[in-house]
């Protein structure tokens, strides 16, 4: 499923409860289990459905310089 990636983007990650007495976050796992490719992994950034929420197009291309998003 991910030929071709460059690097992993993730957004913000609301209302997505962890399990009680975890020691880690969402963010935290999927960084984990995303390091294992090898790829830059981007976090926190306004896609998603936050109040601040930059469209993001699956399949297209972006760049990212210097923490913002073109």
Same mark, same amino acid.
């Given at each position: 499923?991910?030929?071709?990636?460059?690097?992993?983007?993730?957004?913000?990650?609301?209302?997505?409860?962890?399990? *009680?007495? &975890? *020691?880690?976050?969402?963010?935290?796992?999927?960084? *984990?289990?995303?390091?294992?490719?090898?790829?830059? +992994?981007?976090?926190?950034?306004?896609?998603? $459905?936050? $109040?601040?929420? +930059?469209?993001?197009?699956?399949?297209?291309?972006? &760049?990212?310089?210097?923490?913002? +998003?073109?």
């Amino acid at each position: 499923a991910f030929d071709g990636a460059r690097a992993f983007v993730l957004g913000q990650f609301t209302r997505c409860p962890i399990p *009680d007495g &975890a *020691d880690f976050t969402l963010e935290q796992m999927l960084v *984990d289990v995303l390091g294992g490719f090898g790829l830059p +992994i981007y976090s926190g950034l306004p896609i998603g $459905h936050e $109040h601040r929420n +930059i469209t993001w197009q699956y399949g297209n291309q972006a &760049a990212i310089e210097n923490s913002s +998003i073109r």
